[in-house]
């Protein structure tokens, strides 16, 4: 290309200072693969978009995801080897399902990922997470399991589950300073991750500024307005106009929608392509992007506690209502506190045989 | 008593020289598997196998004493492909034990949606997971013999696909950069899309509920998704000759191929979408509607259609312990002793099950899974049956052929096959395309089935439409009929998640969930060893597999084994891990170099 073809453009293109990243993507949480799953329906931008260099300034990105990879047994597993030993800098962790607590029990595994060259029995998924978050560029939780616990920590569970943030401790930050990243939604709503995972790899190209997150860890731009803010049915419930039946066009939040007091855009930007969601297309909305998620929104389909009130005073919308929401989003910000570490089961089942 | 269901054609292991082979996990599926192998590399044949399980999550025990309308959200969670098939196995179950019959349109919205789950999961697994098993770089690694075959070979289809050699086929899977990987994964957020007009969202959906659906129905939401569908009908007209193309190819350059994978003809389905004219719920009148769905219930066997009656089928479950990590509950409290027939339960039955974990070490001479061992009593034989689903499709094909019953003028059976008619598109002409009985049930024809049955999905995915759309200028809206919760009652849902049969079993005692049993399609195939010593279907498909791959021990990848465990379509949330061989060693290789096995 002779000089004056280069295009002007070119000087505001510069490659990455870093010009290769690796994400490793653990699915061996208690969880469902659900939210790799949904990543592959994500558009804004795509998997293929990342991978395949179609957004400008990205560093070149390697994935090492169970679901999608070429690789299998060992040839998969050596870069969470290489990882392990430093030698696959740098990296994303990201992990997805909840993590269980091995330590309730004298033997045996809940979750486990390859095998153990020497003792044979299984390497469980909490060992990798030992290794490799001290390595890890950032650490990202991928869906409610791995956020904050999700259903597999639900009261009376087995195994003792939690999210990440509580095995690894809620100030837990990576090598480079950051705290882990949560994106939740149960599963995880497509869009929303990979836009975060874009976000983290501009960051690392020099060309963002620390991700803004709030106190549950939640990119700030995603996660800072309620299903209700976003909702299409609102009108309705301006108009204290409500739904008596499944299937009606009117807000739901009579028929168990929590969307008042739920931190998530879902109504707004739909589930894919704008399309589907929750309350909109006539789900009760019921907290799954929540720390607590399920336990604190159950039975799902009755009223929520908090609902009659504000829509009986409807008509006197405004200091009081936003009081009494900010009191019940404070509650459903929190997880139950069965979810901890430590030796002791105390989600309510007694297991006697472990 | 037991059985041993695999076809007499081992021999003995204690001559041979075997070889470990190890993958740990297998990828391109839904969860943590495994496969650990013994290779008699001079014989070319899989030796052994053994089946096992990552990870364990406790459902059966976190749901008790919950509220039983909740049961489809809790359970959607099992999976996170094919969720909103157990959710929707959930309100059956929930329908049943409420005594609630739903409206028409949402028995529709319904299947439109689960028709809608089956032509995405089927799509995104064959032609992006599976498909990579037959790409040009794994071809090229694995049997580079095969393909420069396949570059010489012009495919048959070519003037209806676009691909003038195999080979041009198999570049095209090569994952991301293949054109037909990149179109095939677009095709499949396509189909969510249409998944989330009527389940709201994917993979777990908001908008279904025991009595109905909140879907509003509207004129714009039936034309949004048959615009949608008549696209992916024109693309299953190019998709279904290219992928005959491609395994017809298989066993013309391998002769033998026929055998990876194979077993005997064991196959079950639970039937697929409700006909809401018939369905009403009750357990007494099951055996009518579930021969009226879509897709007929049956156990095959030997080409034999045993049983289409659901009745028969629920009754017959057994679940059986023997390798996997629990406590039986022989001394467990038994929650049901007769069904609403007045038919006797068993104590191994779902209904009366207990799951009392114990959580233990990995022994493959002892217990060395989380899965537990579903069988079927075959009352004519007294063997407990380790029914396959094979991955789904060739099962819900085998059973709708044998029986006879659907015909709704899109898909039609014939006693011997399957025929499907798809309407003129933008570019294509009408097809009809006719699944036949195969000779084998193997990993070919698991796969090949997958494609059929995406026509499948398809021709009955016009048919709701029409249904819907009539509902709809008739003026009959309604998709929700009220119901109240019980204090005592029992119920149970029989549906086809996308690989393979689906049963969820619920006892309701004041009013909360007292028990409840999933059983999805990956324990039914992932299964170990049974207290009888019958092997689970992978183990037994596995094990006496050729072995075709031209590469020797040091850079052997496992091809033959990976297609004939892919084909399963296995889904580990379910829980799997794959464990092959506990025999005799005399040589030990990992691979690829991670690592020695002890």
Redesign the interface.
């Known amino acids: 290309m002779t000089p004056e073809a280069v295009p002007y453009g070119r000087k505001t293109q510069k490659p990455s200072p870093v010009p290769d990243i690796h994400i490793l993507w653990i699915?061996?949480g208690?969880?469902?693969?659900?939210?790799?799953?949904?990543i592959?329906?994500a558009?804004q931008p795509s998997i293929?978009d990342v991978?395949?260099g179609a957004i400008p300034g990205l560093p070149r990105v390697h994935l090492h995801n169970?679901?999608?990879?070429?690789?299998?047994?060992?040839?998969?597993?050596?870069f969470w080897?290489q990882a392990e030993q430093g030698k696959l800098e740098p990296f994303v962790l990201v992990v997805e399902g909840s993590i269980p607590n091995e330590k309730i029990?004298k033997?045996?595994?809940?979750?486990?990922?390859?095998?153990?060259?020497?003792?044979?029995?299984?390497i469980t998924t909490n060992e990798w997470i030992d290794r490799l978050t001290p390595k890890a560029l950032a650490v990202v939780a991928c869906g409610t399991c791995a956020t904050y616990g999700?259903?597999?920590a639900?009261?009376?569970?087995?195994?003792g589950?939690m999210g990440l943030a509580d095995y690894l401790g809620w100030g837990w930050k990576s090598k480079a300073g950051l705290p882990i990243v949560n994106v939740p939604g149960?599963?995880v709503q497509p869009d929303n991750f990979m836009e975060t995972l874009l976000y983290l790899l501009y960051q690392v190209a020099g060309l963002a500024p620390m991700i803004p997150l709030d106190d549950q860890l939640r990119p700030l731009w995603l996660f800072g307005k309620t299903v209700h803010d976003g909702c299409d049915r609102a009108g309705y419930y301006e108009q204290g106009d409500f739904a008596e039946?499944?299937?009606?066009?009117k807000c739901?939040v009579k028929l168990g929608c929590w969307g008042p007091v739920v931190n998530c855009n879902?109504p707004k930007r739909?589930?894919?392509?704008g399309?589907?969601?929750?309350p909109n297309?006539?789900?009760?909305?019921?907290g799954?992007t929540m720390p607590g998620f399920?336990d604190k929104f159950?039975?799902?389909?009755d009223e929520p506690p908090g609902a009659k009130v504000s829509a009986a005073a409807i008509s006197v919308y405004g200091k009081t209502i936003r009081t009494l929401r900010s009191f019940t989003n404070d509650t459903v910000n929190k997880e139950p506190k069965w979810r901890h570490t430590g030796t002791e089961l105390t989600?309510g089942?007694r297991?006697?045989?472990? | 008593m037991g059985t041993i269901t695999s076809a007499a054609k081992g021999t003995p292991t204690g001559s041979r020289k075997l070889v470990d082979m190890?993958?740990?996990?297998?990828?391109?599926?839904?969860?943590?598997l495994?496969?650990?192998t013994k290779i008699d590399f001079d014989n070319r044949q899989v030796a052994e196998c053994h089946s096992t399980s990552?990870?364990?999550?406790?459902y059966s025990?976190?749901m008790?004493?919950?509220?039983p309308?909740?049961a489809h959200?809790?359970t959607s969670?099992?999976?996170?492909?094919c969720?909103d098939n157990h959710a929707t196995c959930a309100t059956y179950a929930q329908n049943m034990a409420f005594g609630v019959r739903p409206p028409a349109m949402?028995e529709w919205i319904v299947n439109l949606g689960e028709a809608a789950e089956y032509m995405f999961d089927h799509n995104?697994f064959q032609d992006?997971?599976v498909g990579?098993d037959f790409c040009e770089?794994?071809v090229k690694e694995t049997n580079p013999g095969v393909y420069a075959k396949a570059e010489k070979t012009t495919a048959p289809g070519a003037n209806l696909h676009g691909y003038r050699t195999i080979a041009d086929i198999m570049k095209a899977l090569n994952?991301?950069?293949g054109s037909f990987y990149?179109e095939a994964?677009q095709m499949?957020?396509m189909t969510?899309?249409m998944?989330?007009?009527m389940?709201?969202?994917?993979?777990?959906?908001?908008?279904l509920?025991p009595?109905?659906?909140?879907?509003?129905?509207t004129v714009q939401l039936f034309t949004?998704y048959l615009v949608r569908l008549m696209k992916y009908v024109e693309f299953m007209k190019k998709v279904v000759p290219l992928h005959d193309d491609l395994f017809d190819f298989f066993y013309e350059a391998l002769p033998g191929y026929e055998k990876v994978g194979q077993r005997r003809v064991l196959l079950a389905c639970w039937g697929s979408f409700n006909n809401p004219a018939v369905c009403d719920y009750s357990y007494k009148k099951m055996t009518e509607w579930g021969r009226a769905m879509y897709v007929t219930p049956g156990v095959v066997v030997d080409d034999k259609l045993v049983t289409s009656d659901l009745v028969d089928i629920n009754l017959n479950i057994r679940i059986l312990l023997g390798s996997s990590?629990y406590?039986g509950w022989e001394n467990s409290e038994k929650f049901v002793q007769k069904d609403p027939l007045g038919n006797p339960v068993d104590q191994n039955h779902p209904w009366n099950q207990t799951t009392?974990?114990?959580?233990?070490?990995?022994d493959f001479g002892g217990k060395y899974t989380w899965v537990m061992s579903p069988r079927w009593l075959d009352k004519r034989t007294g063997d407990h049956l380790a029914l396959d689903t094979g991955g789904g499709p060739i099962a819900r094909l085998w059973a709708t052929a044998l029986a006879g019953l659907v015909d709704n003028g899109y898909v039609k059976s014939t006693g011997r096959s399957v025929k499907m008619y798809l309407p003129k598109t933008m570019s294509l002409p009408e097809v009809e395309f006719e699944w036949k009985i195969p000779k084998w049930s193997n990993a070919i024809e698991r796969d090949r089935a997958r494609t059929y049955f995406q026509v499948y999905a398809a021709s009955c995915a016009l048919y709701f439409v029409e249904q819907a759309l009539a509902e709809l200028h008739a003026g009959r809206?309604?998709?929700?009929s009220?119901f109240t919760v019980p204090q005592e009652a029992i119920g149970c849902g029989f549906h086809e998640a996308v690989r393979g049969v689906l049963s969820h079993h619920v006892v309701i005692r004041d009013g909360k969930i007292a028990n409840y049993h999933p059983y999805p399609p990956t324990p039914w195939n992932a299964n170990p060893r049974d207290v009888y010593g019958t092997p689970g279907p992978y183990e037994d498909a596995v094990q006496n597999t050729p072995i075709f791959e031209e590469n020797g021990p040091d850079k052997f990848?496992?091809i033959d084994i990976?297609r004939a465990v892919r084909s399963f379509d296995p889904c580990?949330?379910c829980g799997v891990?794959m464990y092959l061989g506990n025999g005799k060693v005399l040589e030990t290789h990992?691979?690829?170099?991670?690592?020695?096995?002890?």
């Open positions: 699915t061996a208690l969880g469902c693969d659900g939210d790799s799953v949904s592959t329906a558009t293929e991978l395949l169970p679901v999608l990879a070429y690789e299998n047994g060992d040839d998969f597993l050596k080897y029990k033997q045996g595994y809940w979750a486990a990922l390859g095998t153990d060259p020497k003792s044979g029995q299984p999700g259903i597999h639900m009261q009376g569970n087995p195994t589950a149960c599963p039946v499944y299937g009606s066009p739901i879902v739909g589930w894919m392509a399309i589907g969601g929750c297309v006539g789900g009760i909305c019921i799954c399920p159950m039975p799902f389909m989600t089942y297991p006697g045989t472990y | 190890n993958w740990d996990p297998i990828t391109r599926i839904v969860g943590s495994g496969i650990f990552s990870i364990f999550r406790g025990i976190f008790k004493g919950k509220d309308r909740d959200f809790i969670r099992i999976c996170g492909i969720g949402a995104i992006n997971l990579v770089q794994m994952p991301f950069v990149r994964l499949s957020r969510r899309e998944f989330c007009l389940e709201g969202r994917h993979v777990h959906p908001s908008t509920y009595g109905g659906v909140g879907t509003v129905p949004d990590y406590d009392i974990p114990r959580p233990q070490k990995r809206t309604k998709t929700w009220e990848k496992g990976m580990l949330p891990h990992h691979s690829p170099m991670f690592g020695q096995h002890a």
